[in-house]
């Protein structure tokens, strides 16, 4: 027999994939990539925030079919180039120091190698067996970061006596639909029926809240929709605790079953912080039996409990059943990293716990191993602990403390400005990094304003409308500039053009 073939090692018998592992390959596409990040991440420092494109302009640029043959062994020159001439022509700049639009995306070279590796490894941890490193560091990195925002013991892992730990989410709309399957699960095992469950936020929660009830059925249409109570809220746009538990209170003697309570600290809004330790002890005060799972939405102003002196963020947090903070939105760990706590991750998985012959593994039968599938909707999962673990190593508590705090100076700045600018007003008490203002006197000034300034690109601004009471305490929509300081390479001399972008709008809108 000839063996001869088998044992060349020509062109033709590597797999097509692997040679592009050949080194010469590899670490040119590294270079390639490596070289035009850096002068992206540096032209940032320049460029206008957002493109100037109109629908179809990007489609126009790409071709209509995709190539037959490959690019060659090197194509990284062309692809360079098209980044540079059909992509980044289309982006919103979310990396840029002026972009205050939305809560940030935070992106930081150690998160981008987290990012890095966790594709090299590229690895399916859907199991526990199926990559322990992949379960174990992610275990690790939920208890490192309990501890970085002073959670109690029942949410971690290795806490004493915890039932309790965490996972990674995708997205704070994630976490909040795991919080309300695991909420339904519990009261549903309790002999509730399906049809009866209802759900509270504020009228001034993320959407994800109300998204989350229609996807888990309770929502669908329009007249269910009022299963999800849209509590009233104070005059700092917090959620009204007392309205809270009448209304639990009222839905439980009209027979309903009340399946989950969602606070937000850190409205997207205006940054209002939910009275999380009141309404923890309003709902002690309902039997075990009828009380709703307490969910905490901290998507955005949890990552400042790393200070100890913004820990009010979570005041009450011992009362909650999850907790959703996002270190992708301003803790410098790239899109996607959602924490998503639990008290009782028995209460969580049996929400979700599917298991057909294909995934028993003598291991997860033992009860020794955690298995996240069973944490969230998909199946497989990527390792988005690496990226954490390398951000949290970088810069240690003391880096992202300062992460944090550099961006409330700044935006105390900012405040100052507003404040002492007798054409505008301060819509709500700053929060955080978060300053809301409005132009003074009507609504559509306010909107010129925003237009005007994003019109001409040097900053980004995102606007909201809330009610905010006026003199004779009736509240009416006010339209809102919101910025929001965050954004990795921010610094004083994009605060000092944010003013005076802001001034030079204000000159064009009242002259
Ligand atoms: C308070 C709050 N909750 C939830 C979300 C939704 O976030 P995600 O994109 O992670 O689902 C946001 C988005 O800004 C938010 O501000």
Redesign the pocket.
């Known amino acids: 027999m000839d063996n001869s073939n088998t044992n060349t090692k020509n062109n033709d018998t590597i797999p097509i994939a692997l040679r592009s592992f050949e080194e010469s390959e590899f670490l040119h596409a590294l270079d390639a990539i490596a070289q035009w990040a850096l002068s992206y991440i540096k032209s940032l420092q320049d460029r206008e925030v957002s493109p100037a494109v109109a629908p179809g302009d990007i489609l126009a640029k790409l071709p209509d079919t995709p190539p037959v043959k490959g690019e060659g062994n090197n194509p990284w020159t062309t692809i360079v180039r098209d980044l540079e001439t059909i992509i980044e022509p289309g982006l919103v700049h979310w990396q840029s120091p002026r972009f205050f639009a939305?809560?940030p995306c935070s992106a930081s070279m150690p998160g981008i190698m987290g990012e890095f590796v966790s594709s090299i490894f590229n690895v399916n941890g859907m199991l526990w067996a199926t990559s322990p490193s992949a379960t174990e560091l992610e275990m690790r990195m939920m208890d490192w970061s309990a501890e970085l925002f002073g959670l109690p013991d029942q949410f971690r892992f290795d806490g004493k006596n915890s039932i309790g730990g965490g996972c990674i989410q995708g997205?704070?709309?994630?976490a909040v639909l795991a919080a309300l399957l695991a909420g339904r699960k519990k009261q549903v095992k309790r002999g509730r029926d399906r049809s009866t469950m209802t759900v509270y936020t504020s009228s001034q929660a993320?959407s994800?809240v109300i998204k989350a009830a229609m996807v888990a059925g309770l929502a669908d249409t329009p007249e269910d929709r009022s299963r999800v109570r849209l509590i009233p809220v104070d005059q700092s746009l917090a959620m009204d605790a007392k309205a809270l538990s009448q209304a639990i209170d009222q839905d439980i003697k009209a027979g309903l079953t009340p399946c989950l309570v969602s606070t937000?600290q850190?409205?997207?809004s205006t940054g209002a912080m939910d009275p999380l330790a009141a309404i923890g002890r309003d709902l002690k005060t309902f039997p075990d039996a009828k009380r709703p799972w307490l969910h905490v939405?901290a998507?955005?102003a949890g990552a400042a409990a790393v200070c100890p002196e913004h820990r009010y963020v979570l005041d009450g947090i011992k009362h909650a059943d999850s907790l959703c903070i996002?270190p992708h939105?301003w803790l410098l760990t790239n899109f996607d990293c959602?924490l998503f706590w639990v008290k009782d991750r028995q209460a969580l998985t049996d929400s979700m716990n599917i298991t057909p012959a294909y995934l028993h593994d003598r291991q997860s039968e033992s009860g020794e191993v955690i298995d996240y599938r069973n944490w969230h909707v998909p199946l497989g999962r990527k390792m988005r602990a690496i990226k954490l673990w390398f951000v949290i190593r970088y810069f240690g508590i003391d880096g992202l403390r300062r992460h944090i705090r550099d961006h409330i100076d700044l935006a105390k700045v900012f405040e100052k400005f507003v404040i002492s600018e007798p054409r505008l007003e301060l819509a709500t008490k700053r929060s955080l990094g978060l300053v809301c203002f409005s132009v003074m006197g009507d609504n559509t000034k306010t909107k010129k304003l925003i237009e005007q300034i994003n019109e001409r690109k040097r900053v980004m601004l995102s606007h909201t409308v809330v009610p905010i009471a006026n003199n004779n305490g009736i509240a009416q929509d006010q339209w809102i500039v919101r910025v929001a300081i965050g954004s990795t390479g921010v610094a004083p001399k994009d605060i000092n053009e944010l003013i005076n972008e802001v001034h030079a709008a204000l000159n064009e809108v009242i002259q």
């Open positions: 939305y809560f997205t704070a709309s994630e993320h994800s937000t850190g409205t997207t939405d998507a955005w996002n939105k959602d």
